[in-house]
């Protein structure tokens, strides 16, 4: 992460331009989603800050509404993708085609896959089994595709937006621990409260929504990039998010005994790492211009729950990811 830190003017011209940015984003998804403002807020944040997002909650949350209707708000080519179990690599990525030219010739060529484009909805990605879920992995990480030795960058800004139902349900696979942490957040949608469905229900069943307008660019969103990293955070800050996720890795000098009990494996250093960085587009997005405490402490959710893992004990104990990242941020002191 820069080290370089923003003049006075930057600072606040970066802040105001994400602030209104935040506003603009809030009052075009209102035409189509109702409520999940903490949803939304992780979300952008991730978008910020450049990171991949995995929304998990169950079907009919509007999930799939959500991220496409962020896409048409940022103007950035959009592809959904629908995870089924027979879904190949190459669907995803591409593949080579034999072509024939004018003279009678044949070549091979390169038809792109859907994955060639600026923000991917993968969705219900663990309803396909592991070998077609690392195809996304390469370019998750490395933001190209290779296919016969070649090497095809994508265009940026790129994220993968991915929707998956609850683990338990009937024909899911589970996400390799590889894939998974590169997504920096893993967002939960809830059911709405009752007043909320009801605001919905009487929306879908009456009158067409307003379509979203576009507000920004792809460049836009690369200069947003920009902005976050040079977001000061002081040390102290810094050293508290690596902190709260050694505290998360069990068998470890100082870990805490609930950690030893309930916890098999740990989260890795691209946890600390989410959390500085999701902090300073947090920071941001809120109107601030540098890294709190509660930046980092409002990250840890969505930024652990995909990246530790679960005892036996404590699964035979009723104990959630939720409860231990609630505990942790207790018993971690600043």
């Known amino acids: 992460m820069s ?7 930057e600072e606040a011209r970066a802040v105001e331009q994400i602030r209104e940015g935040r506003d603009k984003i809030y009052q075009e998804l209102s035409k ?3 409520g999940q403002h903490e949803v939304i807020e992780q979300l ?5 800050a450049g990171g991949h997002c995995l929304i998990t909650g169950a079907p009919g949350l509007a999930k ?6 962020v896409s048409k708000i940022f103007h950035l080519n959009f592809q959904r993708i629908q995870f089924t179990p027979d879904l190949m690599p190459a669907d995803i990525t591409g593949t080579e085609i034999l072509e024939e030219a004018g003279d009678g010739k044949r070549t091979m060529a390169f038809v792109k896959g859907p994955v060639f484009a600026n923000v991917i909805l993968a969705d219900e990605i663990n309803r396909t ?3 077609t879920q690392a195809a996304l992995l390469e370019a998750m990480q490395e933001h190209q595709v290779t296919a016969a030795g ?3 960058e994508l265009e940026e800004p790129f994220f993968v937006l991915a929707t998956q139902n609850p683990i338990e349900m009937e024909g899911t696979y589970p996400l390799p621990e ?3 942490d590169r997504f920096m957040f893993n967002v939960l949608i809830d059911y709405l409260p009752p007043k909320d469905e009801l605001e919905v229900v009487m929306k879908t069943t009456s009158t067409r929504s307003e379509p979203i307008e576009a507000q920004f660019t792809g460049e836009d969103v690369l200069r947003f990039h920009e902005a976050v990293r040079k977001v000061p955070v002081a040390e102290e800050v810094g050293a508290f998010a690596v902190k709260l996720v050694g505290a998360t890795r069990p068998g470890r000098e100082g870990t ?3 950690i030893n009990q309930w916890v098999s494996w740990g989260a890795g250093l691209r946890a600390a790492q989410t959390l500085v960085l999701g902090g300073k587009a947090r920071a941001l997005l809120n109107g601030n211009a540098h890294v709190s405490m509660d930046d980092i402490k409002a990250l840890a959710h969505p930024t652990l729950r995909h990246r530790v893992l679960l005892s036996y004990k404590a699964e035979a104990e009723g104990i959630t990811i939720e409860d231990v990242v609630d505990r942790l941020l207790t018993e971690v002191s600043n």
């Not at 952008?44 to 910020?48: N, V």
């Not at 799939?64 to 209707?69: A, F, K, N, P, Q």
């Open 129 to 131: 089994p592991p070998k």
């Open 32 to 34: 189509v989603i109702v």
């Open 178 to 180: 590889a894939q998974l």
């Open 44 to 48: 952008l944040i991730s978008l910020m």
């Open 150 to 152: 070649r090497r095809y």
């Open 256 to 258: 805490p005994e609930f």
């Open 64 to 69: 799939t509404l959500l991220v496409s209707s």
């Open 3 to 9: 080290n370089e830190t923003m003049s006075v003017e």
